[in-house]
C-alpha cells in the first residue's frame, strides 16, 4: 500500500491536479497497488478522480488530516502539536503499515495554517516507529513554521523538498519543483481558447483588495479592446469563492464567459501562445506559462503568493509579477517560448523522481 496525503477534495483546482497527477503516475506504472489518499473531503476527491485512473484501487480517506481538526488555539505551536500527535500517528499504523508515506506538493504545509503541521508530527512519528519511508516532495512551506522540532521532523523524512529557493533555505531543505510540473504533459489546448483569461479568486482577499483587482481587471481589459467582454474567459479555480465577483463583472461585460470549477476541471487548465492571463494563482501562472500563455501575475500576499510567483519567474515564465497595491499601470503581459520547452523537461525531471520514490514495477 502506498500512503498519499494532500489537501485534495476542497475543490481548489491546483492541490486536485497534483493529486491527479500522481495517481496516473501510479496507475500507469504500480497499476496493481492498492493506494490510500488521505485529503481533505475524501467523498469530493473520489468524485473528482476516481473516473481518470482507471482500475487503480485507490481508497480516498481522511485519518491522518482528522489530526489536523479541532485543535485548540492554544495547542498549535508546533512542539504542543508534536506531542499531541505522536501517539495517535503510532496508532494510526500500527496495523496497516505502508510501504511509504508521501506528503504530495502544495502550499498546505506552512505557517498560514500551523494545525496542518500535524500531517508533518505525523508522517516522521510512523517513520521513527514503524520504519516507514517517508516522502515530501513540491513542498510550499513559506511562511515558514520556525520551530527546530518541526525542522527536524521535516528532515527526518527519508526524502523532501521545497517547491520554491526560500523554503530551501529557511528549513535547510533541498530545492525540488512544483508537483504540477509532473502533471503538464497531459494539458491539451482548448479548441475554443479564449484570447483573454482573468483567473478571479474570493478566498484570502478582503473587499478592498477585491476592489483593487477588480480595477485591474478593468485596466486590463481596456488596454486589450475587450470593452464589452467578448473573447474574454473569467475562470473558477475554488468554488464557490472565486465566483463572488462575476455577478458584476457579468454585468459589466456581458460578452464574456464564465467557466465554472467543473467545466474547467474537465477542460484542464490549459494556456495557448498569443493568450494573455491575468491572474493571482500560483498554479495557474505555472500552467498557463508551461502551455506557451502570456501573463501577468498579481501578488496579493507576499510572504506567501509573492513567494510562489517569483519561484516561476526564477524558472523564465517571463511573466511580470506585480504588487496588488502597486499604483503604476499594469506592465505589458509577457511570456517565454523557452519556458514552455523548458517545462517538458522538468516534467520529465519530475517523473524521474517519481521513479525513485515509486519504482515501477516489474
Known sequence: MRYLVNAAGIPNYGDEFIALAWLRYLQHHRPHDEVVLDCLDPGRADKLIRTRIGELPVRFADAMWALTRDVPEGERAYPVLRERVRPLARELFAEERPEAIHLLGGGYLNAMWPQNAALVAAAAEA?????????????????????PEFREDL?????????????????????????????VRALVPWEDAPRIVVELQGDMIDDAAREIYRARIDEL???????????????????PHDAALWPELCEAYPEARFIDFWELWERGQSGAPGQIWLTTRFHAHLLAAATGAAG?????RGDYYGVKHRSLTALGTGWPVVRLDDPAPLPPARTSPLFRRTSQLRAVRKRLLAGRLHPPAR
Open 221 to 239: 481589459l481596456a488596454r486589450e479592446g475587450a470593452a464589452t467582454g467578448a473573447g474574454v474567459a473569467f475562470l473558477e479555480a475554488f468554488p
Open 127 to 147: 517513520g521513527r516507529a514503524h520504519g516507514i519511508p517517508v516522502y515530501g516532495t513540491g513542498l510550499g512551506l513559506m511562511p515558514a513554521d520556525a520551530s
Open 155 to 183: 528532515r527526518s523524512f527519508r526524502y523532501v523538498e521545497s517547491r520554491d529557493a526560500a523554503g530551501a533555505r529557511e528549513l535547510g531543505i533541498r530545492k525540488g519543483l512544483d508537483d504540477a510540473f509532473l502533471g
Open 296 to 300: 501577468i501575475a498579481i501578488d496579493i
